[in-house]
């Protein structure tokens, strides 16, 4: 397994590994706010940029698009349009 970020030109592993926990994480935590009918809220302190210059998402694509497909599978379009 290559831990380099998609960004060919990162060298910063730790930056593919917080892409992976992101994926991971965001269902489980989107799946709990809705259960108590809270809406998800999410701030990421180390974002960089949403894509880059090698057209591959950063995180902060990545947490938005994740969330989304999550909501829009679990078929919860009240979160949706929050």
């Given at each position: 397994?290559?831990?380099?970020?998609?960004?060919?030109?990162?060298?910063?592993?730790?930056?593919?590994?917080?892409?992976?926990?992101?994926?991971?994480?965001?269902?489980?935590?989107?799946?709990?706010?809705?259960?108590?009918?809270?809406?998800?809220?999410?701030?990421d302190?180390?974002?960089?940029?949403?894509?880059?210059?090698?057209?591959?998402?950063?995180?902060?694509?990545?947490?938005?698009?994740?969330?989304?497909e999550?909501?829009?599978?679990?078929?919860?379009?009240?979160?949706?349009?929050?």
């Open positions: 397994m290559n831990l380099q970020h998609p960004d060919s030109r990162s060298t910063r592993d730790w930056a593919y590994v917080k892409d992976r926990i992101i994926e991971s994480y965001i269902p489980v935590y989107i799946s709990a706010m809705v259960k108590r009918k809270k809406v998800p809220l999410m701030i302190a180390f974002a960089g940029p949403g894509k880059y210059q090698d057209g591959s998402e950063g995180s902060p694509l990545i947490m938005i698009n994740t969330a989304f999550t909501l829009k599978r679990q078929n919860r379009k009240f979160f949706l349009e929050k």
